[in-house]
């Protein structure tokens, strides 16, 4: 049946649709950027053109489906059903199906050279391992799967909200601009960097023992191992085989001591994790809150590459809204601009992240905020707030975006891993 009420120059159409194919359809038609009327008014124009009519579709439990059609679209396919013999239920079915086979999951665009991102601030309790998790996951998450994503709009709104003195989520009875989008698909590895095991920890695997092997052997030219025998895949039931980890020793304690004896330390990091990249679309490595040796080949893993785009790789930079944030970013920025002067690299600021913002801490949170944006490059990639669920999935040792895949925090990581892909 078709309704009076029209969108435009066309016309609302009420059926029905199984809901597998109702949910194959969503997703499909945002893998494609293009609104789902428009699939189904194509699909039913070739369904339209068929000479003959196709395979049926099973419809059993079909359930209201209603859509946006040209004018005159579904007369003319209400009289080809009852010509071929079928019901509208079927004819629509069979149109999305072949809509769906002309159309298939388009293919996770791979980086010609795998992707470093590292994540750092020599400034402890910043959540620089919370960001590199979140963002791992993200980038991580299902191609052919639609999950809530906070768009860019995120910033603007919260800064106007500091401005009233409202918290940015109170401003409007709604989630800001959240809308459902496919994941990206990608292969990622979680680099724990830190001696502290806090990445490695959070994600409930076991940090490696001290008697064993370790990236800061490889590292130091003693391996005892393959380091890939190393790596830990987290949750395949959420991410698939796509987000795996290599944990973190407790002698990374001393691996600055170790770096300083090592041939070209700069390249340690790089000649241990070089073996590994061709598994992966993109490298995370979580790094220890210091400015040491162990910083300076952190962020020569980091530089760009001969042949890699601007952006693609590159440090990431997670702050807080008040003042030793500040600070640490100075320190931080001297340390890399003197590495890459020395050594003639080009490291790419790929932008900041604030992280466990809260407006309601008052002018301080808020003009610190400013304070960040204001700096334009880099420029502010994420925003993220401070709330309970970070901290529930980090007490139960469980990624967040499979903890709490719908919270704010999780929407806003998304946001992020958009923002630098």
Not at 74 to 83: G, I, K, Q, S, T
Not at 88 to 99: D, K, N
Not at 134 to 156: C, F, M, T
Request: aromatic residues 4%.
């Amino acid at each position: 049946m078709s309704s009076p009420a029209t969108s435009g120059d066309r016309e609302k159409v009420v059926s029905k649709l199984p809901g597998w194919l109702r949910q194959n359809l969503k997703v499909r038609a945002a893998q494609y950027g293009i609104e789902i009327q428009q699939a189904v008014e194509q699909g039913i124009s070739d369904w339209c053109r068929l000479a003959s009519t196709p395979e049926g579709v099973d419809t059993a439990g079909a359930d209201s489906f209603s859509t946006f059609l040209p004018q005159g679209q579904w007369d003319e396919f209400r009289r080809l059903a009852n010509e071929r013999g079928v019901s509208l239920t079927q004819g629509l079915a069979q149109s999305v199906r072949l809509w769906l086979d002309i159309n298939p999951s388009p293919e996770v665009e791979r980086p010609a050279i795998t992707r470093r991102l590292i994540v750092c601030n020599q400034k402890g309790g910043v959540g620089k391992t919370a960001i590199t998790a979140g963002l791992g996951e993200a980038l991580a998450e299902d191609s052919d799967q639609l999950y809530p994503v906070r768009v860019a709009k995120q910033l603007r709104d919260a800064l106007r909200a500091a401005d009233d003195g409202q918290d940015a989520d109170e401003r409007d009875g709604d989630p800001l601009d959240v809308e459902n989008l496919p994941g990206l698909g990608l292969r990622i590895l979680l680099v724990d960097f830190d001696p502290q095991c806090h990445l490695t920890n959070q994600l409930g695997a076991a940090p490696l023992p001290m008697d064993g092997d370790s990236l800061t052997n490889h590292m130091g030219g003693t391996p005892k191992g393959d380091l890939r025998d190393l790596i830990v895949p987290i949750e395949p039931e959420s991410f698939g085989d796509r987000l795996h980890l290599l944990p973190a020793c407790n002698d990374a304690f001393l691996l600055d001591v170790r770096l300083s004896s090592v041939r070209a330390r700069e390249a340690a990091l790089e000649r241990a994790l070089a073996p590994l990249e061709g598994a992966y679309d993109v490298i995370i490595v979580d790094c220890p809150p210091s400015l040491g040796l162990s910083m300076d080949a952190a962020a020569y893993y980091g530089r760009r590459r001969d042949g890699e785009e601007p952006g693609k790789s590159g440090t990431l930079i997670v702050v807080q809204a008040e003042d030793s944030s500040a600070d640490a970013y100075d320190l931080l920025t001297s340390q890399i601009d003197d590495l890459c002067g020395d050594l003639g690299l080009v490291l790419d600021y790929l932008g900041l992240v604030v992280n466990l913002y809260d407006a309601r801490r008052g002018y301080i949170a808020t003009s610190s905020l400013q304070g960040w944006v204001d700096i334009k490059d880099p420029r502010v990639v994420g925003l993220i707030g401070d709330l309970k669920e970070q901290k529930e999935a980090v007490r139960v040792k469980r990624p967040l975006l499979s903890y709490a895949p719908r919270c704010q925090q999780a929407v806003s990581m998304r946001a992020l891993a958009r923002e630098i892909s």
